[in-house]
């Protein structure tokens, strides 16, 4: 699946981002559309900004958190993903992953700027997100 056209609003607050990281976060978006639409019960995401940032939702089914797209200030110029700082979503990805990806305490996973986008292990925390409340009951 292809994801759909860039907003505008959207496109505007990525080309704020360093060159670099825009591009990650445009293959993470990619992935991110990719992901929910290969998973049963997720439904259409709903792309938006929030706190300036990308974010997107699972307003038709509240299957998931919000994710937003975006860097850190520990770590400006590496893409990450923002999740809710209440979840235990990042708790439990640094602890598969660990080797892979960076962390931001609880609300951010920061991927590697260098080599490929880790997809597989990327896309099961997509999924995870993108699922969070149905798996938490």
């Known amino acids: 699946m292809n994801a759909p056209p860039v907003p505008a609003p ?3 607050a990525l080309s704020r981002q360093p060159e670099r990281v825009e591009a990650r976060l445009l293959e993470i978006r990619t992935l ?3 992901v ?3 998973t049963e019960g997720v439904g259409p995401l709903t ?3 929030k706190w300036g940032e990308p974010a997107y939702l699972t307003e038709a089914s509240r299957s998931g958190t919000t994710i937003r797209l975006g860097a850190t200030r520990s770590s400006p110029a590496a893409a990450a993903v923002l999740l809710n700082c209440k ?3 990042v708790e439990t990805f640094r602890a598969s992953f660990a080797d892979v990806f ?3 305490g609880n609300r951010a996973v ?3 700027m260098a080599g490929p986008l880790p997809q597989a292990p990327l896309a099961l925390c997509l999924r995870a997100a993108l699922t ?3 798996s938490r009951h």
Do not use: D, S
């Open 10 to 12: 959207v496109a505007l």
């Open 32 to 34: 991110l559309f990719a």
């Open 36 to 38: 929910a639409a290969q």
């Open 47 to 49: 792309e938006t900004l």
């Open 87 to 89: 979840t235990n979503l």
């Open 102 to 104: 960076a962390f931001e």
């Open 110 to 112: 920061i991927m590697p």
């Open 132 to 134: 969070y409340h149905r």
